[in-house]
């Protein structure tokens, strides 16, 4: 076993010496008046600090309009003030010598505060050093969940089908609320995004190439949603309603329940749903003997999700508070997945037999997820700031599977009497975390972010199959399967922010991770050590010579760990001689990643990125033999490198006066795929064209009607483990309306069905001349959605906390 001990001795020590060293920050006074435009004093008036479109503090003038603001940092440079006063609002003002008096004016007449909100209802794409920044608009976010705004960002994808949203070009999106990475379920995530009123989302961030700060299998990118914080005690609520239909119904119920009275702040998330998953098959097989198979399947499965968030903050103090959050889901399910192969021998069509496969399934899930956090604030702007968490997750699984395979002749009678089988798969996994991490504030702009991070994973996997002989169901131990896996995990980060003008920023971080991990079939006698220690650098440099014009590069080393669940052993068979099963020896992938990107005018943006994958794994279908057959394996293999460019563009435009936006995207992949470790080594080159294109449409803004039409197209594209035949495409339909406290949603998804069936082509083996699949997802759809808002909507939000575990629970694959 792996020692961590001289490892955490000097990561703690470096942190610990961070912490002794690092002088206090001189704080800067700010001071200044609000006045009228005749030069009156205005008492008691408001007076917000932003930093560039943030709004960092709010304090109030005394009886003579003065106003006072220690600022902890010595560059002011993107810190803004701004007066508010009954109605009345004044320009905003840049900070540029805290030395000079701020007088704040207000103009009476003609300066009306509509909204508390340095931005206008119109959106933006803005590019930050590290990230671009979008700001909904007041029509796009009124009488809409969180969820249903999100579908209409730039640059994010939002698929139905998979309940998941995703950076356009990226695969494996983190989401993170209030910069704290989301550890929930994507089926709560989604519950809670749609109990999340859009009103509440002050600004969104999308991190395309993350740096060291974040863990380094954040290959996907992060969606950074950012939420408005009040400051009034009370509670709010408010409750949904969605039904689905296509080929069957799914309805989901959810709600959300804050309260907050002085230092406590409580919310409570409840979800149900009734959901389905259904897919057909067509799976053409051609043997480099002749023969041919010919496997038409049907997957339908039923589940039901009950779960529940809470989480609950106390504020210690102005600068302290303590936070606990936790989730659970159970899911109950059952399935049904049925196959019948026809066998077409080299000979004439008499020859020709059957197999049906039919397998019936029960499936029960628990999920069971805590956190506990101290948060301390290091000085009045809460700029600097130590943060601990320590968390766990269960997850805890039981399947149960009933199959059996009938073999049926030419004519159609039973050839040899049914054969059957059961299996029981109880899979328990159980994860324990502990994070800290230190943020400081330095003089000449600069930011300093440090952290460490453990991570213990255990995973017990003790799969049974049975032979049903002589009317009992005996024991198969040569496909039983008694799977352990443990895994320590130790991070420690440190990273640099640095300010140099109003025109350049860069940021510069390393991040050291060290893995152990031991895999093992018991029941087999195979086991497998591994231990790691890879160095994660990154760099990022923004310059934006005027406002119209941001230009961005950043360079990051990564790593893609496999999903657990790809690891756990267990069989679905086609037919008795053709399977998928899972790789409990999959390697990691080591990814180096550079993105130029360039932004115009808010309304145009280019991202150029560039990434080399080494140690790649995909889906293949390769041949083996057991008890001297031949058959064939659906499975994970690492295969080699790939090398791929990704150009993505953004167009947002506005026409008829507001009436009408439209955001287009169309983004292009050159992609260069090597194989090294295939029975048939193989080199692939992939181009490819995908385009997205989301169509607002402000019909009423005073009676509250607005339309979206969205329209994507996937273009056929290819890897080293296949080639998609076809191009798809889909038309969206959504019209709301706004009630009062209802808003009313119609939606008609892939109207004319053109994103359903999807045509694969896999690669060849020395068994198999071809092996086609042709797969139907039936994603044609209409759905109905009822959201009511009721309670005291200037609740303060419970503050999103920091987790421990963003390592696992990104391979949990939640």
Not at 266 to 289: E, G
Not at 432 to 446: A, F, Q, T
Not at 504 to 519: D, F, K, M, V
Request: net charge positive; proline share 3%.
């Amino acid at each position: 076993m792996i020692r961590f001990s001289s490892v955490y001795k000097v990561i703690y020590l470096t942190i610990l010496l961070v912490l002794i060293q690092l002088a206090i920050v001189r704080g800067q006074n700010i001071k200044g008046r609000v006045v009228g435009v005749n030069g009156k004093e205005l008492a008691y008036a408001t007076v917000s600090l932003f930093k560039d479109t943030v709004e960092l503090k709010k304090l109030s003038c005394d009886s003579l309009g003065n106003f006072e603001l220690k600022l902890q940092t010595s560059n002011i440079n993107g810190y803004k003030l701004k007066a508010f006063y009954l109605k009345n609002v004044s320009p905003l003002v840049n900070l540029t010598d805290p030395e000079h008096f701020v007088n704040l004016i207000i103009n009476d007449n003609s300066t009306i505060l509509k909204e508390i909100n340095i931005v206008g209802n119109k959106p933006s794409l803005i590019r930050k050093p590290d990230r671009f920044l979008f700001i909904p608009g007041k029509a796009l976010a009124e009488g809409s969940s969180s969820l249903d705004m999100m579908r209409h960002v730039p640059l994010i994808k939002y698929e139905e089908s998979g309940e998941a949203l995703s950076i356009i070009g990226k695969s494996g999106t983190v989401v993170y609320i209030n910069n704290k990475k989301t550890t929930i379920p994507k089926e709560m995530l989604v519950q809670m995004l749609s109990s999340l009123p859009a009103e509440n989302i002050k600004s969104i961030e999308i991190i395309t190439n993350p740096s060291s700060e974040y863990a380094a299998n954040t290959t996907g990118g992060i969606i950074n949603i950012n939420i408005k914080r009040q400051l009034n005690d009370g509670w709010l609520g408010n409750l949904a309603f969605i039904s689905q239909q296509s080929n069957y119904n799914k309805s989901f119920l959810n709600g959300s329940v804050n309260y907050r009275k002085n230092k406590l702040s409580i919310n409570v998330i409840p979800s149900f749903s009734n959901d389905y998953s259904f897919h057909t098959d067509v799976n053409m097989l051609n043997y480099t003997d002749g023969r041919e198979q010919k496997i038409d399947s049907r997957y339908f499965r039923r589940y039901t999700v009950l779960g529940g968030g809470l989480n609950v903050d106390y504020d210690l103090t102005k600068n302290d508070y303590i936070s606990f959050n936790g989730w659970r889901s159970n899911v109950y399910g059952k399935s049904d997945q049925s196959s019948n192969t026809a066998f077409s021998m080299a000979g004439p069509p008499t020859s020709n037999t059957q197999q049906n496969t039919l397998i019936k399934s029960d499936d029960f899930y628990i999920y069971n997820f805590g956190n506990l956090n101290y948060h301390h604030a290091l000085d009045t702007l809460g700029v600097s700031s130590l943060d601990f968490n320590i968390d766990y997750n269960q997850f805890f699984q039981r399947k149960k599977d009933d199959g059996n395979f009938t073999d049926l002749d030419y004519a159609g009678n039973v050839s040899r009497p049914t054969v059957r089988y059961k299996s029981n798969l109880p899979q328990d996994l159980f994860n324990m975390s502990e994070k800290v991490e230190y943020i400081r504030s330095l003089n000449k702009g600069m930011r300093l972010k440090a952290g460490a991070q453990f991570s213990n994973t255990h995973v017990n996997n003790d799969l049974h199959y049975y032979n049903y002989v002589d009317q009992n169901y005996i024991p198969d131990n040569t496909l039983s399967n008694d799977y352990y896996y443990s895994e320590k995990y130790l991070g420690g980060f440190v990273s640099l922010e640095r300010t140099l003008n109003s025109k350049w920023s860069t940021n510069i971080g390393l991040r050291a991770e060290r893995t152990s991990y031991s895999t093992e079939v018991r029941n087999l006698g195979i086991a497998k050590d591994s231990t790691y220690t890879n160095l994660f650098p990154s760099l990022s440099v923004g310059f934006t010579p005027d406002q119209q014009n941001q230009f961005g590069l950043s360079i990051s080393r990564k790593i893609n760990r496999p999903n657990i669940e790809l690891l756990f052993p267990g069989r679905t068979y086609y037919n008795e001689n053709y399977y998928a099963e899972n790789n409990p020896f999959l390697q990691p992938v080591l990814i180096y990643n550079t993105e130029l990107t360039y932004t115009s005018h808010g309304k145009y943006t280019f991202l150029l990125n560039y990434y080399n994958a080494r140690n790649n794994y995909a889906n293949f279908t390769v041949p083996v033999t057991e008890n001297g057959i031949s058959k064939l394996k659906s499975t994970y293999i690492n295969y080699g490198h790939v090398n791929a460019f990704d150009l993505v563009i953004v167009v947002n435009q506005i026409f008829f006066d507001g009436f009408w936006e439209t955001n287009f995207t169309p983004s292009f992949n050159l992609s260069y795929y090597k194989g090294a470790n295939l029975s048939v080594p193989t080199n692939v080159t992939n181009h490819s064209l995908n385009i997205f294109l989301d169509n607002t449409l402000y019909i009423s803004k005073t009676k509250k009607w607005t339309a979206f039409v969205t329209f994507k197209y996937t273009g056929a594209s290819k890897d080293l483990s296949g080639e998609t035949l076809n191009a798809r495409s889909s038309l969206n339909l959504e019209v709301k309306k706004v009630v009062q406290k209802f808003s009313f949603y119609l939606i008609l998804g892939d109207i004319y069905n053109g994103n359903s069936t999807v045509k694969t082509a896999r690669l060849s083996n020395q068994l198999l001349t071809r092996n086609q699949i042709e797969s139907n997802n039936y994603n044609r759809s209409v759905a109905l959605k009822i959201r009511y808002n009721f309670g005291n909507n200037q609740l303060k939000t419970n503050k999103q906390r920091g987790i421990g575990n963003e390592e696992v629970k990104r391979r949990v694959g939640f």
